[in-house]
């Protein structure tokens, strides 16, 4: 049996028969593809696959070893839950983009050189975006316009930087950045920063989740960021840049979330929030970091989709997403309420859920790395998380102020994906030791000590204190947060009056001024050298080719064919020869 089967082509492949399947047997199809890519994971073995040659460079179309197995794992895990929470669709387009989504993220991941990375990079680019606009309506189609706009401008960065990475040190093969930073090597960190969310290049997130269908959201929240995370981690360990920029996101998100309404936006700033935890371990680049990184990449992956899907869940049966719309919930739909906490208190990281074993294990790094200032800033994050995701928004959403709402439970399937994520957001949580086995690096990390445990649940209850002393203070309020995509959305509108008035205005008066003088000029020189063409260089050419013709005309009446009058002809011409060289000569 092969050692490798790329789980990307499963999925991409895969996608074609979709939409010529109907009911249950699309259904089971769609279960299959992703239970087929998982087992093609767990049966891989570490090495190099597809080595060629392209244009004089080598390419690895897929380089397996613990790094990409781990994100590889999770990635197709959640693949098959967000399937079974999307089996309702009856569109099959939405279930062709995601496919193609994860196919690609899943080729991001094994991509051994930067060509077939960038490929892999651009199609996530494009499949997400499909999610964005398939909502339909007029904010969901700016949004994904915004959206596939930034991303295209990154991948644009990024090709820039390989291309001249490339031609730097002479090899396109993907690994840790050698050599110095150059201009290559910094416009590559920079097109992984803008997928990775990293401000100010992160309010293309806030902007395109909440506008993404129901069930596309969820596949958002679970690949793009946390493919940027893995190709960070795999070029640029120990880039101290990221470290403070990582820890600025973990503080960004959490203050920005305070200001939100939107129940699916404030999800997405506690994505920034998240991943910049994941970015400063990339930063530290210890060990220890490094593996803090990608753990909780791993479980953030599953709790952030469980949370995206309890909110999506309320928007599916009620058509709601405001907080200022919501409450009461708890009533006729407890069973989403309980699933929703379970992710809640995951990302906010309580013991015996999956965020406390991995978080802190970033949290940890930067200790051992003497970074108090990051840690504090990580461990305040931490704090904040807790405050937005797992007290404020559940109580106004499914308790607070009873908006008498109709509502009911979600389908069936979309509780059955809601549980397989808690029941692993738990099982990590208890039983961590073998997510920690799955990490690139040997893992020497103990989360259930005392003080640990004392120090977390601490920090926890005193901010649940604060909640309900402060809650009216945290009131949402029907407004709309301001974020760096003011800049390009201002920025555009700028230039399209740029474009529809000075300029159109300044093309408009050339033109005229070219109609009116310029062009009645080039006319009349056109015609008068058309003149003197015609009277001038036409009769000297005609002349001269008449004169050729009567001359050719007379030679050929000399031609009369007897040898006697040539012989004369060149005796005289040869005594006409010797008179003119001997007048020269003297």
Same mark, same amino acid.
């Given at each position: 049996m092969t050692d490798f089967v790329h789980p990307a082509l499963i999925f991409i492949f895969g996608a074609l028969p979709i939409p010529f399947l109907k009911g249950s047997i699309r259904k089971a199809y769609l279960l299959l593809i992703p239970a087929l890519a998982i087992l093609a994971v767990l049966m891989m073995q570490p090495g190099s696959y597809g080595a060629a040659q392209f244009i004089g460079q080598e390419l690895l179309i897929a380089k397996v070893d613990k790094l990409s197995i781990v994100f590889a794992t999770v990635?197709?895990?959640?693949?098959?839950?967000?399937? &079974?929470?999307?089996?309702?669709?009856?569109?099959?387009?939405?279930?062709?983009?995601? +496919?193609?989504?994860?196919?690609?993220?899943?080729?991001?991941?094994?991509?051994?050189?930067?060509?077939?990375?960038?490929?892999?990079?651009?199609?996530?680019?494009?499949?997400?975006?499909?999610? &964005?606009?398939? $909502?339909?309506?007029? $904010?969901?189609?700016?949004?994904?316009?915004?959206?596939?706009?930034?991303?295209?401008?990154?991948?644009?960065?990024?090709?820039?930087?390989?291309?001249?990475?490339?031609?730097?040190?002479?090899?396109?093969?993907?690994?840790?950045?050698?050599?110095?930073?150059?201009?290559?090597?910094?416009?590559?960190?920079?097109?992984?920063?803008?997928?990775?969310?990293?401000?100010?290049?992160?309010?293309?997130?806030?902007?395109?989740?909440?506008?993404a269908t129901v069930t596309g959201a969820v596949f958002m929240s679970a690949f793009t960021t946390k493919t940027a995370v893995y190709v960070l981690a795999r070029a640029f360990p120990g880039t101290e840049l990221l470290v403070w920029l990582g820890t600025a996101m973990a503080l960004y998100g959490v203050i920005y979330a305070v200001l939100e309404n939107d129940c699916r936006r404030l999800l997405a700033y506690h994505i920034v929030s998240q991943v910049g935890y994941m970015v400063a371990? &990339?930063?530290?680049?210890?060990?220890?970091?490094?593996?803090?990184?990608?753990?909780?990449?791993?479980?953030?992956?599953?709790?952030?989709?469980?949370?995206?899907?309890?909110?999506?869940?309320?928007?599916?049966?009620?058509?709601?997403?405001?907080?200022?719309?919501?409450?009461?919930?708890?009533?006729?739909?407890?069973?989403?309420?309980?699933?929703?906490?379970?992710?809640? +208190?995951?990302?906010?990281?309580?013991?015996?859920?999956?965020?406390?074993?991995?978080?802190?294990? &970033?949290?940890?790094?930067?200790? $051992?790395?003497?970074?108090?200032?990051?840690?504090?800033?990580?461990?305040?994050?931490?704090?904040?998380?807790?405050?937005?995701?797992?007290?404020?928004?559940?109580?106004?959403?499914?308790?607070?102020?009873?908006?008498?709402?109709?509502a009911r439970e979600p389908p069936r399937n979309m509780l059955v994906a809601m549980g397989m994520a808690a029941v692993l957001c738990i099982a990590i949580g208890v039983f961590p030791q073998p997510l920690y086995a799955l990490l690139p690096h040997p893992v020497d990390f103990e989360p259930y000590t005392g003080v640990h445990i004392t120090e977390s649940l601490g920090i926890l209850m005193f901010t649940a204190l604060g909640f309900v002393l402060f809650l009216r203070a945290l009131d949402p309020e029907n407004t709309i947060s301001i974020d760096t995509d003011w800049f390009y959305r201002k920025g555009a509108r700028h230039f399209m009056w740029l474009a529809e008035k000075p300029l159109a205005r300044y093309e408009k008066a050339v033109s005229d001024v070219s109609e009116t003088a310029v062009l009645p000029i080039l006319h009349g020189t056109a015609r008068a050298g058309l003149r003197i063409d015609l009277n001038g260089v036409d009769a000297v050419v005609n002349g001269i080719a008449r004169s050729i013709l009567r001359g050719g005309g007379a030679l050929r009446k000399l031609q009369t064919g007897v040898v006697t009058h040539y012989a004369l002809a060149m005796i005289v011409g040869v005594i006409a020869a010797i008179a003119v060289f001997a007048v020269v000569w003297r």
């Open positions: 990635f197709t895990i959640m693949a098959l839950i967000g399937m &079974v929470y999307a089996l309702h669709l009856t569109r099959a387009g939405e279930h062709v983009a995601a +496919f193609v989504y994860v196919g690609s993220a899943l080729g991001v991941v094994f991509a051994g050189d930067y060509m077939t990375l960038f490929l892999f990079w651009e199609g996530m680019a494009f499949a997400s975006a499909y999610l &964005v606009f398939a $909502q339909g309506g007029r $904010q969901a189609i700016a949004a994904g316009f915004r959206y596939l706009m930034v991303h295209i401008t990154g991948g644009v960065v990024l090709l820039g930087g390989v291309i001249l990475y490339g031609l730097s040190t002479g090899s396109l093969l993907f690994g840790p950045i050698a050599g110095g930073m150059g201009v290559g090597a910094y416009l590559i960190l920079a097109g992984f920063m803008l997928n990775a969310a990293v401000p100010p290049l992160n309010a293309w997130l806030t902007d395109a989740y909440p506008e371990g &990339v930063g530290i680049g210890t060990e220890m970091a490094v593996n803090g990184a990608t753990s909780h990449a791993f479980a953030h992956i599953l709790y952030k989709a469980l949370l995206f899907m309890g909110a999506g869940a309320v928007i599916y049966v009620t058509g709601r997403r405001k907080l200022t719309e919501l409450g009461g919930l708890y009533k006729t739909m407890p069973l989403t309420v309980a699933l929703y906490m379970v992710g809640a +208190f995951a990302i906010s990281a309580f013991p015996f859920f999956s965020g406390f074993v991995t978080k802190s294990m &970033v949290v940890a790094a930067a200790g $051992q790395d003497h970074r108090a200032l990051v840690v504090l800033a990580l461990t305040m994050a931490s704090s904040g998380t807790f405050l937005h995701t797992g007290l404020k928004l559940p109580y106004y959403m499914f308790f607070g102020t009873d908006r008498k709402l109709e």
